[in-house]
């Protein structure tokens, strides 16, 4: 079993930026997929960006196109994600995930292990 632990989170103004990091262990990172997960309150678990574990196929939803950026660091065993110009609508509960079954149409990957979660806050 893969055991996450996300870091990074915080408050921020609109138009602030900020870099959250998932450190992975108990597993070959080199080997699994990884992606960003978000919650709000009263809604649905969102999908944010995923990676595959050649840190060449990258996806990203609509809703942070632009702005947000997955990486990752397979000698730190560490994925990042990046975020620019954030907005109040980004405010939610961040997660990450890590998979060993990635699937390319559509693409995805299978989530099999998740993180703690890290608050992000952004304000007006």
């Known amino acids: 079993q893969v055991q996450l632990v996300e870091s990074g989170g915080g408050m921020v103004q609109a138009g602030g930026s900020l870099r959250l990091s998932c450190a992975a262990s108990g597993r070959t990172f080199s080997s699994v997929a990884m992606g960003w997960f978000r919650q709000a309150p009263g809604k649905e678990c969102e999908f944010v960006a995923a990676?595959?574990?050649?840190?060449?196929?990258?996806y990203y939803a609509d809703s942070v196109k632009g702005r947000f950026t997955i990486s990752r660091d397979n000698a730190k065993s560490t994925v990042y994600l990046q975020m620019n110009s954030l907005k109040p609508e980004d405010t939610a509960g961040y997660y990450c995930a890590s998979g060993s079954k990635w699937y390319a149409a559509p693409p995805h990957f299978e989530s099999d292990n998740w993180g703690q979660g890290t608050q992000v806050t952004v304000s007006s």
């Open positions: 990676i595959k574990w050649d840190g060449r196929s990258i």
